[in-house]
């Protein structure tokens, strides 16, 4: 069973676009590292509001691309532009649509 986790972060005002390129320039560091889903989305109605839903192989594969110098490097980047306000939920990924076969 593959591991899932969406998460939301509030950008200090007008920061939202900087964070979020950040957050892009990750997503082929994070297909190498284990993660088959990166998804970074923006609230229409909340102009600071960033939500990211991730598939990973495992937990194991998560945690260990936190631990990836070009990760932290990103966190540094964006922790200053951040409220400190986060969101989590981790999840079992039972399947769905683009979810591969190989890990439902």
């Known amino acids: 069973m593959a591991f899932g986790y969406v998460g939301s972060m509030r950008a200090r005002p007008g920061r939202r676009a900087e964070v979020v390129a950040i957050l892009l320039e990750a997503t082929d560091q994070v297909a190498s590292a284990g993660c088959s889903l990166y998804a970074v989305g923006v609230s229409e109605t909340d102009p600071d509001l960033i939500v990211v839903s991730e598939i990973w192989r495992s937990r ?30 981790e999840l079992n990924v039972v399947g769905g649509l683009g979810v591969p076969a190989a890990l439902s």
């Open 60 to 89: 194991e594969h998560h945690a260990a691309s936190r631990q990836l110098p070009e990760t932290r490097a990103a966190i540094e980047r964006a922790m200053p532009m951040l409220t400190g306000e986060f969101t989590g939920q």
